[in-house]
């Protein structure tokens, strides 16, 4: 059924977290601990690539709710990257666009990262 | 008007037609129309409108006045169909535009229809506008009002598939929601789904899930500061039939004072989860990420949502109380086999006696006990008991006094002296509880006849003699368990001629009851007793026990029936 991955990886004190499939309910619980594991271990710095992301639903984008909060209090933020425009329309059907920045590769978002020494 | 005027004329015209009407693009359209228009006319101040629902107006594009106006909505009660002169109308829309400055009002048509209006201020030349000025603007106006339309109609259609959009991804949601719901039972997996969805659907920050737990609603999930803050309001909302903002709340007098609580908390809507209409919980949200308020349609969906979650909560805590339910059977069936192992399995013959005992434990398996054991030469130690309450503790308890019994009978001391020590054993044992042991034993000498018996706070088991007459083994003491000894157990003594019948009993049998919730009663036991006198000990348990049956007919036996018969033969 639900093809769902995460990928960690890390360079320059910048977390990628990779995603890949069909993020759903049922899968949503994969990224939640992704993001747990991270804030747990003290890492603010977040960038999401949705390349390989083929789906999102509503309990997925929830999961990015459920940790932004956390993250920016912590002088870190979650960025996300490299959206198919059918998943930025899920985004931005919510008003997502709103309360996250949205770049078009990782490297820009990293970038962003070293512009400002909050992270933000 | 010369030829070659009129061509200077038509040549920026027909451009500016040419550039209006090949995009689709709103935005770029009005502010052309508005450019090129202000250019011509030398004016510094300039608004366009479009057309909303009905008779409304919102200000779309402004030049030279401030932003803030832009999104305003007028209410043209008669939309004008000429150039107005807005000073000359006394109208609040009329009045509201003045004071920006505008002076003149221009209706932009399209198939003579209004589809808005082009609003201009003062020429900064001073001049008025001429008949020359007032048909080029009729011109440019005109030329733009199809493409206008065609971009409004566009932005329609924009925002209707917006909406759709919106609308399947909540389809899509509830149905996600609800595989993944129905696949699993795990209460904590159902309320994080939950919250998910609040904030991935609905895009709310703040939230509050509270179900209902023994009648009182109880926070079970929060995205807020002070979560206990809204307990106060819970019981004035548990009375709610549907999903509102808390600003229709507001107007209900019932609920006047929770609603002004959750707004003072940045809360915009309650949303209950019924089962059976009942309230068994409630959701709370605060604003969107959007920021658009919450509409009817909205209310519904999370209506919607809320019991989903709720049937799968409830289901989650059927489980959970299944399972509970499930462990308090085991552990009565673990009593029950020791309670059974506890019986002897069979009775030692007793020379010049005959004996029978029967034991039916009740569903709830109460802690009923009876024994039967040889001690030494001719002496049997008879014994009968009944724990307090029921379960494994109970089994526990009746298991240490058959193994004090064991234990301590075939000592040379007295029936008092052993007692007396079971009966330490058992205070010390349920250590002051309220548990504790109603016990009847006594030593029977098959060679001279005599029963030697302590009975501490058992019913006195009969003796009926072949004359009829009734006599009760009462002496002893108090129930054990309850208080170390301080005072001795009394001692008795009866002596069994042939004929003469011992029944020793518990309460089970005495106090059966029958539908009218009359006791079966010592009277009754009696009657059967004399009524079966000639008949051997197993002849007296069975009819004992049919008269029991009878009197009780279909009321659940509710204790343990234990009797105990001997027979001087």
Redesign the interface.
């Known amino acids: 059924m639900s093809d769902f991955k995460v990928n960690h990886r890390e360079g320059a004190g910048i977390h990628v977290i990779e995603l890949k499939g069909y993020l759903?309910?049922?899968t949503?619980?994969d990224l939640?601990s992704a993001f747990q594991r991270l804030i747990n271990d003290q890492k603010f710095r977040i960038v999401v690539n949705c390349r390989d992301l083929t789906y999102i639903?509503?309990?997925?984008?929830?999961?990015?709710?459920?940790y932004i909060?956390d993250v920016r209090k912590n002088q870190g933020d979650i960025k996300l990257t490299n959206m198919s425009s059918k998943v930025y329309?899920?985004f931005d059907?919510?008003?997502?666009p709103?309360?996250y920045e949205i770049y078009k590769d990782e490297q820009e978002a990293i970038r962003k990262f070293g512009e400002s020494s909050t992270g933000r | 008007m010369s030829s070659r005027r009129v061509t200077l004329e038509l040549q920026p015209l027909f451009e500016f037609s040419k550039v209006v009407n090949s995009s689709l693009d709103l935005e770029f359209i009005l502010a052309t129309v508005l450019r090129t228009i202000m250019g011509k006319m030398l004016v510094g101040k300039g608004m366009v409108l479009s057309r909303g629902d009905g008779t409304q107006f919102r200000v779309r594009f402004v030049r030279g006045i401030s932003d803030g106006l832009v999104g305003t909505t007028l209410r043209l009660a008669r939309p004008p169909r000429t150039f107005v002169h807005l000073r000359r109308r006394k109208d609040d829309w009329a009045t509201l535009l003045v004071s920006s400055e505008l002076d003149l009002l221009i209706p932009i048509l399209s198939r003579n229809a209004i589809v808005g209006y082009l609003g201009l201020g003062r020429r900064l030349n001073g001049a008025r506008y001429s008949a020359n000025d007032r048909a080029l603007l009729r011109s440019l106006v005109d030329l733009s009002g199809s493409a206008i339309e065609k971009a409004l109609i566009l932005g329609q259609v924009h925002d209707a598939n917006?909406n759709l959009?919106?609308k399947v991804?909540e389809l899509?949601?509830l149905f996600?929601?609800s595989?993944?719901?129905n696949?699993g039972l795990d209460l904590d997996?159902v309320l994080?789904?939950l919250?998910?969805?609040?904030?991935?659907?609905v895009?709310v920050?703040q939230y509050a899930v509270a179900l209902e737990r023994d009648g009182k609603l109880e926070i079970a999930a929060s995205?807020m500061e002070d979560p206990e803050a809204l307990r106060a309001v819970f019981p004035d909302l548990c009375t709610l039939k549907r999903a509102s903002t808390t600003q229709e709340l507001l107007k209900h007098r019932d609920c006047r004072r929770p609603a002004g609580e959750l707004i003072r908390l940045g809360f915009e809507a309650v949303v209950p989860m019924h089962v059976q209409q009942k309230t068994k919980g409630l959701i709370i949200i605060g604003p969107?990420?959007?920021?658009v308020p919450y509409g009817q349609a909205d209310l519904e969906y999370l209506y919607a949502l809320g019991n989903m979650a709720i049937v799968s909560i409830e289901n989650a805590r059927l489980f959970r109380d299944a399972i509970e339910m499930q462990k308090l059977e085991d552990e009565l069936m673990i009593a029950q086999e020791i309670q059974r192992d506890l019986l002897p399995e069979r009775l030692p013959e007793i020379p010049g006696f005959d004996i029978a005992a029967s034991n039916i434990p009740s569903k709830q398996v109460g802690g009923d006990y009876y024994d039967v054991l040889a001690r030494k030469g001719n002496e049997f130690v008879i014994a009968i008991g009944d724990v307090s309450g029921k379960g494994v503790p109970a089994a526990l308890l009746m298991a240490n006094a058959q193994a004090a019994l064991r234990a301590l009978s075939p000592s040379a001391d007295s029936l008092s002296e052993i007692t007396g020590r079971m009966n330490d054993l058992a205070a010390a044992n349920t250590r002051g509880g309220n548990k504790f042991i109603t016990f009847f034993w006594g030593v029977l000498d098959a060679s001279s006849r005599t029963l030697q018996y302590v009975n501490a706070g058992h019913n006195p088991p009969i003796v009926l003699r072949t004359s009829g007459a009734v006599e009760y083994l009462d002496k002893g003491g108090l129930i054990l368990g309850v208080l170390p000894t301080r005072t001795p157990y009394e001692q008795g003594t009866v002596r069994l001629e042939r004929g003469d019948i011992l029944v020793l009993y518990t309460d089970g049998v005495s106090e059966a009851m029958n539908a009218g919730g009359e006791d079966f009663s010592e009277e009754r036991m009696l009657e059967v007793l004399r009524h079966l006198r000639t008949e051997s000990a197993s002849g007296l348990l069975n009819g004992l026990l049919s008269a029991v049956d009878q009197h009780a007919a279909s009321t659940p036996q509710s204790d343990d029936i234990t009797v105990l018969i001997l027979r001087a033969t």
């Open positions: 759903d309910a049922h949503a619980t939640e639903s509503s309990a997925g984008l929830g999961v990015f709710m459920a909060e329309n899920v059907l919510l008003g997502f709103i309360l | 917006r959009d919106r991804q899509n949601t996600d929601l595989r993944e719901l696949s997996k994080r789904l919250s998910f969805s609040l904030m991935g659907q895009g920050r995205r969107r990420i959007r920021t």
